[in-house]
Each structure stands twice: as structure tokens, then as C-alpha cells.
């Protein structure tokens, strides 16, 4: 007897311990989401245990249908380590937009990282809007001096940011750009865009018939 392709999807559509863990997984992701201090403006797929940490003063605030992947499993490349939400001092921002994608990554905010709805992070992206320490010797051990340069990342709507790329203080990345992965961006991208490289560096534009359904 022979198998249809239809039949042979279908057996292969569902595998019972594949279930099991995905369950498991985003029961870990709920629980550290809403244990955290997060403000969240609708539904979050958190799979595997994200490392959150929220400053006294501070905000992190998820928009609706985020997915944050925190295990390997649930990622084709997997991740280095689980999703990082880190806000540094007092009255510090990250603002995630609506059906934005994170796996593996990591953002810390010393001021703001904004992201745009319908983004996309790939695995392992460090997203920073801060230097983190001093460049003065003396003060260079901590976190909070004066001195330490922070300045805004603001990513817009429907970026890609490929694999294992580093985004740095002061970078805006304008809607439907993508980021090579492996770059570093330390400059501003414009809207439609395509970049890559370290330093970072703009390859080509989007065509108009590219950025249009």
C-alpha cells in the first residue's frame, strides 16, 4: 500500500515529546515573563526561561505577539545562551514592538532601546545603548559614572538583524533595513536598506518593487 505525501506530512507533523518540551518550555518563559516586572501589552511566546532583569525606576514593555526564544531546540542555528532583557539605572527604556522576534539575544539599556513592530533579531544579536564603563581609568569598574557614553538605539518596524550581529550606542536603524549577520553597526542605517560588515556598512538600497506587497 502505498503512502500519500499529504499522509506522510501529516505523521510527521506532530511528534508527542517535540510537544512535550515546547509546553514545558514556554511554561519556564511564562513563569519568568510574569514574575519579572515586565509591562506586557498582549500575548508573549516565551520558550525556555529568559534572563530579565528590570532596574528599580526602570521599564521593559512587550507589545503583543512578541516571541522571545530561550532554547536551542525551538531555533534552527539554537542559541549561545538565553534572551538577555537588562534595564541598567533609573528610568531607563526598552520598548519592544508589537510581533518582533528574539532568539538568543541580548539588549540592555542604560537609556532606551526602542525596536519596531514586526522586527526580527536573529539568533544571538547584542543590542547595547551603552559603553558600559568609563573610559577614565579610575572609574572604569562600574556602571553608573558620569562619563560612561550612552545614547539611544532605536530599531524601526520590519528590521532583520542577521545572526550574531552587535548594534552599538547611537544607532538607528531605519523600517525594512537588514543587517548582515556577524556585523557590527556602530553608524545609523537608513530605511531600506541592506548592511553589513565591521564596521558596519550600507551594500545597496531596496528597490521600490522590494518594499512593496
Same mark, same amino acid.
Given at each position: 500500500?502505498?503512502?500519500?505525501?499529504?499522509?506522510?506530512?501529516?505523521? @510527521?507533523?506532530?511528534?508527542?515529546?517535540?510537544? +512535550?518540551?515546547?509546553?514545558?518550555?514556554?511554561? &519556564? #518563559? @511564562? &513563569?519568568?515573563?510574569?514574575?519579572?516586572?515586565?509591562?506586557?501589552?498582549?500575548?508573549?511566546?516565551?520558550?525556555?526561561?529568559?534572563? $530579565?532583569? %528590570?532596574?528599580? !525606576?526602570?521599564?521593559? /514593555?512587550?507589545?503583543?505577539?512578541?516571541?522571545?526564544?530561550?532554547?536551542?531546540?525551538?531555533?534552527?542555528? #539554537? $542559541?549561545?545562551?538565553? %534572551?538577555? &532583557?537588562?534595564? +541598567?539605572?533609573?528610568?531607563?527604556?526598552?520598548?519592544?514592538?508589537?510581533?518582533?522576534?528574539?532568539?538568543? !539575544?541580548?539588549? /540592555?539599556?542604560?537609556? @532606551?532601546?526602542?525596536?519596531?513592530?514586526?522586527?526580527?533579531? !536573529?539568533?544571538? $544579536?547584542?543590542?547595547?545603548?551603552?559603553?558600559?564603563?568609563? &573610559?577614565?581609568?579610575?572609574?572604569?569598574?562600574?556602571?553608573?559614572?558620569?562619563?560612561?557614553? %550612552?545614547?539611544?538605539?532605536?530599531?524601526?518596524?520590519? %528590521?532583520? $538583524?542577521?545572526?550574531?550581529?552587535?548594534?552599538?550606542? #547611537?544607532?538607528?536603524?531605519?523600517?525594512?533595513?537588514?543587517?548582515?549577520? #556577524?556585523?557590527?553597526?556602530?553608524?545609523?542605517?537608513?530605511?531600506?536598506?541592506?548592511?553589513? !560588515?565591521?564596521? /558596519?556598512?550600507?551594500?545597496?538600497?531596496?528597490?521600490?518593487?522590494?518594499?512593496?506587497?
Amino acid at each position: 500500500m502505498r503512502t500519500s505525501s499529504t499522509q506522510v506530512k501529516s505523521n @510527521l507533523a506532530f511528534n508527542p515529546i517535540r510537544s +512535550l518540551r515546547f509546553r514545558y518550555h514556554r511554561l &519556564l #518563559g @511564562l &513563569l519568568a515573563i510574569v514574575s519579572s516586572g515586565i509591562n506586557r501589552q498582549g500575548h508573549v511566546d516565551a520558550i525556555g526561561r529568559p534572563i $530579565v532583569q %528590570v532596574f528599580p !525606576g526602570s521599564s521593559i /514593555c512587550l507589545g503583543r505577539d512578541v516571541t522571545i526564544i530561550s532554547a536551542s531546540f525551538a531555533t534552527a542555528l #539554537g $542559541v549561545n545562551h538565553p %534572551v538577555v &532583557l537588562r534595564t +541598567l539605572r533609573p528610568g531607563a527604556r526598552i520598548k519592544i514592538g508589537d510581533r518582533v522576534g528574539i532568539s538568543g !539575544g541580548s539588549i /540592555c539599556a542604560a537609556q @532606551l532601546v526602542e525596536i519596531g513592530e514586526e522586527s526580527m533579531l !536573529g539568533a544571538n $544579536v547584542t543590542i547595547a545603548d551603552t559603553d558600559f564603563h568609563s &573610559l577614565r581609568p579610575h572609574y572604569r569598574s562600574g556602571h553608573t559614572h558620569p562619563s560612561i557614553a %550612552v545614547e539611544d538605539v532605536i530599531i524601526g518596524k520590519r %528590521v532583520f $538583524v542577521g545572526a550574531n550581529s552587535i548594534i552599538l550606542k #547611537g544607532v538607528t536603524i531605519g523600517d525594512n533595513s537588514v543587517i548582515g549577520a #556577524g556585523s557590527v553597526v556602530t553608524k545609523s542605517v537608513p530605511a531600506n536598506s541592506i548592511a553589513a !560588515g565591521n564596521p /558596519c556598512r550600507i551594500i545597496r538600497e531596496f528597490t521600490a518593487q522590494e518594499v512593496t506587497l
